[in-house]
């Protein structure tokens, strides 16, 4: 006696894996597109770090690829041990963007990341002159990376700008000329809360879409790994002549 795949159960195999390669391409391509935006940057301000969230998002979408080789070599093969390892590696990946994107949504609907962003970057720039040397490397790092000052603005130079660090000077002399601003107009806080809320928003969505992928994926998998257990079709094969 022999075990073949029948049709139906070759439907399954061939959903799973247009779903988990799908899954998998996606979810790695946004994670290295992710990692080249910040890469070289490697500070973090408020909430959400997108340098960690790259690098997760770049192992799980590997991982959904090694996933899916499993499965079909378990299902083609027939090998118990390799489609119960497709099963929960498919269940702890789904959980992981599960968890990643309920985090971000949550954050981002709730106004904790814009917070959480402003309230560091302010805190940064407030005590400069009284902050470690690290601290302040972390305010300068994002003055010159953007153009921008803290959480100030030119709206009351005089009085908003008072210890506000030499990063955030346009020229090296920083003095004050009546007619020409000597600090960048923008405030960091804004600056930089704009484009992380965006990018955390698509992340966000991202991985609950693909979790959403993934349970479907999981489900088809559990479906061809019961009829596996069931014997698939059935082929008896008489003595070779």
């Known amino acids: 006696m022999s075990a073949e795949i029948d049709g139906t159960s070759k439907g399954l195999l061939g959903g799973f894996t247009a779903l988990t390669l799908g899954s998998g391409l996606a979810t790695l391509g946004y994670g290295i597109f992710l990692l080249y935006q910040n890469f070289g940057f490697t500070y973090n301000y408020g909430d959400f770090n997108l340098f960690i969230a790259s690098i997760v998002l770049i192992v799980v979408g590997s991982l959904l690829i090694i996933t899916l080789l499993l499965g079909v070599l378990g299902a083609l093969k027939d090998i118990s041990n390799l489609r119960l390892a497709t099963l929960v590696l498919l269940?702890?990946?789904?959980?992981?963007?599960?968890?990643?994107?309920?985090y971000g949504m949550v954050l981002y609907k709730t106004g904790r990341?814009?917070?959480?962003i402003s309230d560091e970057i302010k805190?940064?720039?407030?005590n400069y002159n009284n902050s470690?040397?690290?601290?302040?490397?972390?305010?300068n790092a994002l003055n010159n990376k953007l153009?921008?000052?803290?959480?100030f603005n030119e709206f009351d130079p005089l009085a908003d700008y008072k210890g506000a660090p030499r990063s955030c000077c346009i020229s090296e002399d920083c003095e004050y000329k009546p007619?020409?601003?000597?600090?960048?107009?923008?405030?960091?806080?804004?600056?930089?809360?704009?484009?992380?809320t965006k990018t955390v928003f698509c992340v966000a969505v991202l991985t609950l879409i693909v979790a959403g992928v993934i349970l479907l994926a999981?489900?088809?998998?559990a479906?061809?790994?019961q009829r596996a257990r069931e014997g698939y079709a059935v082929v008896s094969r008489g003595p070779l002549k």
């Open 91 to 102: 269940f702890i990946l789904f959980v992981v963007l599960a968890v990643v994107g309920a």
């Open 132 to 139: 470690t040397a690290e601290a302040q490397a972390k305010a």
């Open 179 to 196: 007619d020409n601003k000597h600090y960048h107009e923008r405030s960091c806080a804004i600056v930089y809360s704009e484009t992380k």
């Open 218 to 221: 999981l489900v088809l998998y």
């Open 113 to 116: 990341l814009n917070k959480s």
């Open 223 to 225: 479906g061809l790994s």
């Open 123 to 126: 805190d940064l720039n407030i």
């Open 147 to 151: 153009f921008c000052c803290g959480y």
